[in-house]
C-alpha cells in the first residue's frame, strides 16, 4: 500500500513493470492484458483517488430514526436525516435543520446544508410532516427539536457543546422557542442545550405576544430567560405574517439580560420566504399578525445570497470547535 506522502511517485520495480508491459511485443494475450489491468487500476488509485473522494461531497448522509428520549414526550419518534461532512476527523459541530410549513419536500433549507457540509459541520434535517401537515401549534413539535438534541449530543461524532439550530418559517419559530430556558429545562432537564440559535421569518407577532403573556398557546414565562446563547433573527420587512416591527417589538420587550442575547438583521424589501424557489401567494390564518389574510412567498436572490452567506459566517463562529 502506498501512503498518502507517497502519492505523485511510482516505485522503480513499477517503472520496470510499465516498461516491459507497454512494450511487450505479445500485446493480445491475456497476460499481457491482465498486467495493463492491474498496473492503471494502481495508477488511478494512487493519482487520482484524492480527486474522486473530494468529487463525491457528504457522501455519508443516512436516514435516521430514533426516540425524543426527552423529559417531556419521550417516547416521541423523530426522523430526519443525518449528514457528517466529508472527511470528519474527531468530534464535529452539527446543526439541526428544519423545514417551513411546506414539509419535508420544501427544498429551501439546501443551499444552506450544503454550505454547513462545506464548513465541516454535520447537519441532521429533521422531518416532522409532509407539506400541508403543519400542527395547530409549534409547541407540538417541541419533542422532536429538542429529542434531535438529546440525540446529536450523545453521538460519538458530534461535540455536544456545538450543536446549533436553524429553521424556516414553522422551523423558525421551533428555532427561536428552543433558545427558552424553560422550555429547554423542561425538555432536556438542563443537560444539554443549542448553542447558537438561527430563526429566519419566525413570525414574529408570535413570539411578541408570548413575550407580553397574551399568546394563549404559549407558557407567560417563555421567555422571561434564555438559555444564553445567541439567537440571531433574519426577516422581511414586507412579511405579511408580521408588521414591520413585530421581530424589533418583541427584542424589546423581552427582560434585559434576555435582550442583551438576541441579535436581528432586518432585509427591507424581503418578503416571507425570499429563499424559496417558487414564488407563490396564499392564505393564512396566523397572517397578518394572526388576523388572516394572504401571504406573499416571493424570492429575492439577492437577500437569499445574503441570508446564506449569514448563516454559513454565524454558525461558524459560534459553533468553532478550535
Not at 513499477?14 to 507497454?22: A, P, Q, R, T, Y
Not at 423545514?99 to 439546501?110: F, I, Q, V
Request: net charge neutral; hydrophobic share 40%.
Amino acid at each position: 500500500m502506498v501512503s498518502s506522502g507517497q502519492r505523485g511517485a511510482i516505485p522503480d520495480p513499477l517503472c520496470d513493470l510499465l516498461f516491459s508491459v507497454l512494450f511487450n511485443k505479445d500485446r493480445h494475450s491475456s497476460m499481457h492484458f491482465q498486467k495493463t489491468l492491474c498496473l492503471a487500476t494502481f495508477i488511478a488509485c494512487v493519482f487520482f483517488e484524492p480527486a474522486i473522494a473530494q468529487a463525491q461531497g457528504p457522501a455519508n448522509k443516512q436516514p435516521v430514526s430514533f426516540k425524543a428520549n426527552t423529559v417531556i414526550e419521550a417516547d416521541t419518534l423523530v426522523s430526519g436525516d443525518l449528514t457528517l461532512p466529508a472527511g470528519a476527523v474527531g468530534k464535529v459541530a452539527a446543526v439541526v435543520v428544519i423545514h417551513s410549513a411546506g414539509g419535508y419536500e420544501d427544498p429551501t433549507r439546501a443551499p444552506y446544508v450544503q454550505a454547513l457540509h462545506q464548513a465541516g459541520i454535520a447537519t441532521l434535517e429533521l422531518n416532522l410532516f409532509s407539506g400541508g401537515g403543519r400542527p395547530k401549534s409549534s409547541l407540538m413539535n417541541l419533542p422532536q427539536t429538542f429529542g434531535a438534541l438529546m440525540y446529536l449530543a450523545q453521538l460519538p461524532q458530534i461535540d455536544s457543546e456545538h450543536i446549533g439550530i436553524m429553521g424556516f418559517s414553522h422551523g423558525g419559530l421551533l428555532s427561536l422557542l428552543s433558545a427558552s430556558k424553560k422550555l429547554n429545562n423542561d425538555y432536556t432537564g438542563g443537560q444539554f442545550k443549542f448553542a447558537a440559535h438561527l430563526p429566519l421569518y419566525p413570525v414574529c407577532w408570535a413570539h411578541l405576544a408570548a413575550a407580553e403573556g397574551k399568546n394563549p398557546v404559549y407558557p407567560q414565562n417563555v421567555y422571561v430567560e434564555l438559555t444564553g446563547a445567541p439567537v440571531h433573527i433574519l426577516a422581511g420587512a414586507k412579511d405579511d405574517y408580521d408588521a414591520p416591527d413585530s421581530c424589533q417589538k418583541f427584542i424589546a420587550a423581552l427582560p434585559d439580560a434576555a435582550r442583551s442575547q438576541v441579535a436581528l438583521t432586518l432585509y427591507p424589501d424581503a418578503t416571507h420566504g425570499w429563499d424559496t424557489n417558487t414564488d407563490k401567494n396564499y392564505k393564512d390564518q396566523a397572517a397578518h399578525q394572526g388576523r388572516g389574510g394572504y401571504v406573499r412567498h416571493f424570492r429575492s436572490t439577492a437577500t437569499a445570497q445574503q441570508s446564506l452567506d449569514f448563516s454559513r459566517q454565524f454558525f461558524t463562529t459560534h459553533l468553532s470547535t478550535k
